[in-house]
């Protein structure tokens, strides 16, 4: 498949979860890849998958949270491969706690890693990918749009990738940006299992999705990958749920 073949695609959070399955599905559809995740071994093994499918693949660590490491990480992509035609930011994390218990430290970190991360890696790669009518895609949340108990520092996060893909993407659009997000629920990884908290009501916590089950993290991987190809050039500023309709 040679859907992605000759593009230059830069994703973090790539270690695990749906960010190794956007990889991967992306390799296996011929895309050249420069992975980023703080998370080394993890990566190092999504790396060699990628590889094995012939992608030209590259990866660096980078914490999306600490600016010097995303501005070298994409100049890295750029002194490599010479050109970046997207960009996909998939890093993440959720710290759960009563919100009324909530550190502020823990609330710092979540919107440090989730929603500034997400920012300047699209500052950084936005004039590269200008250069080539590019496009980004955020991964928000169904927390963006629906409430979610324990989480509110995550919900507010993903709320705010949210706000920041239709910000750019009105304001780049004209040159040839675009940037649009997704918003998951219920897809089976490491972050989606039981909080570790004490006495949670699991009743406000399982939201059913008509679907009533959970989905693979290719699931995901697919839409992404839809997003960032030609076919979906006319789309721009829109947030795609994907959560077997928890929220229809
Ligand atoms: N699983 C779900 O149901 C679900 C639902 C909605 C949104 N999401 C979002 O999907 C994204 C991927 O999550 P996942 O479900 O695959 O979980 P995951 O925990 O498997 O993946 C998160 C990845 O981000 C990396 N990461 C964490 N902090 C980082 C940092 N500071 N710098 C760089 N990388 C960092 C981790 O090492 C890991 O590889 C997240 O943004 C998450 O919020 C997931």
New binding site residues.
């Given amino acids: 498949m040679g859907h992605h073949k000759n593009r230059v695609i830069f994703i973090?959070?790539?270690?695990?979860?749906?960010?190794r399955a956007t990889a991967i599905r992306l390799a296996t559809e011929g895309a050249t890849l420069f992975l980023?995740?703080?998370?080394k071994d993890?990566l190092e093994s999504t790396v060699q998958k990628c590889r094995s499918f012939g992608s030209e693949t590259t990866s660096a660590e980078?914490?999306?949270?600490n600016e010097s490491q995303v501005t070298r990480a994409i100049s890295s992509t750029v002194a490599q491969y010479d050109r970046i035609d997207a960009v996909i930011n998939?890093?993440?994390?959720?710290l759960w706690s009563h919100s009324h218990e909530h550190s502020l430290a823990d609330f710092e970190k979540t919107l440090s890693?989730?929603l500034t991360?997400t920012f300047m890696v699209c500052r950084e790669a936005i004039p590269h990918l200008l250069k080539n009518s590019g496009s980004i895609v955020n991964?928000s949340?169904?927390t963006a749009l629906a409430g979610i108990p324990y989480s509110v520092a995550y919900a507010a996060s993903?709320a705010g990738v949210l706000a920041l893909t239709k910000s750019l993407a009105v304001e780049y659009g004209e040159k040839g940006l675009q940037v649009n997000c997704v918003n998951?629920?219920?897809?089976k990884?490491?972050?989606?299992k039981m909080p570790s908290i004490e006495n949670p009501d699991l009743n406000l916590l399982l939201r059913q999705s008509p679907l009533g089950k959970f989905s693979e993290?290719e699931s995901v991987a697919g839409l992404i990958s839809y997003l960032v190809s030609e076919e979906a050039q006319h789309i721009n500023g829109e947030s795609i749920r994907i959560d077997g309709g928890a929220l229809a």
């Fill in positions: 973090t959070g790539a270690s695990t979860g749906i960010g980023v995740d703080i998370a993890e980078c914490d999306v949270a998939v890093a993440g994390i959720q890693v989730n991360g991964v949340s169904t993903k998951p629920g219920g897809i990884t490491e972050m989606s993290p």
